[in-house]
């Protein structure tokens, strides 16, 4: 992409890591996870309430805190109606389950989170190999701290491969629901909308 024909690239809690792979938080992502291929259904398909519950017990072993201000949050709420009626859209929404197509699913763990082949130059597309310094365009990246999947560290990995000479990172915090809250929680519509409207503005108009 570049910048000279008008594009603009703006990315949500996107995962990556460090050429030495440092950058992940977790170290039971990349080494101890189950085999992508023994994940999947006899259709093929990896079931969407496989990927929840994993992402919960991952939740539940790295960021105990987290969980304890969930069900505070929940105790000290459970009278404001508009508290509960977000809470039952989100439940709504997380629950919202398709199974995940397998190949798709082996290839994105082994390939872009264990081996980390985006970051190395290995990720081939139609035989041809991913290039991120071949980025120009400005690129905005945007990670939450309490997001257990795609860390601020992580996501800000993105950085160090682009070429890209306006590149910038913002990262938003509270609520309950890691990257989601990016979008729902306590900082999105006030402050995380507010910064990507702003960022987008001024890189927009005929001219760009």
Known sequence: MSS???????LCATRLAGQDGTRFRSSSCRHSSPSPTSSTSPLGNVPGEWIRDQVWALTTMTMPARNLRIWCELLSCSWDPSYLKRQRLVSRWLNDLVPFPGEAYRQFVKDLVQVNKLVRGEFLIDGNAVDASQITCPVLVLAHTGDVLAPPESAEALLEVV???????????????????????????????????????TRSGADR
């Open 163 to 201: 070429s890209s000479a306006d590149r910038k990172a913002v990262t938003g915090s509270g609520g309950t629901l890691g990257h989601v809250d990016i979008v729902v929680g306590p900082e999105g519509p006030g402050i995380m909308w507010p910064k990507l409207a702003a960022w987008l503005e």
């Open 4 to 10: 000279g024909n008008g594009a603009r690239c703006a």
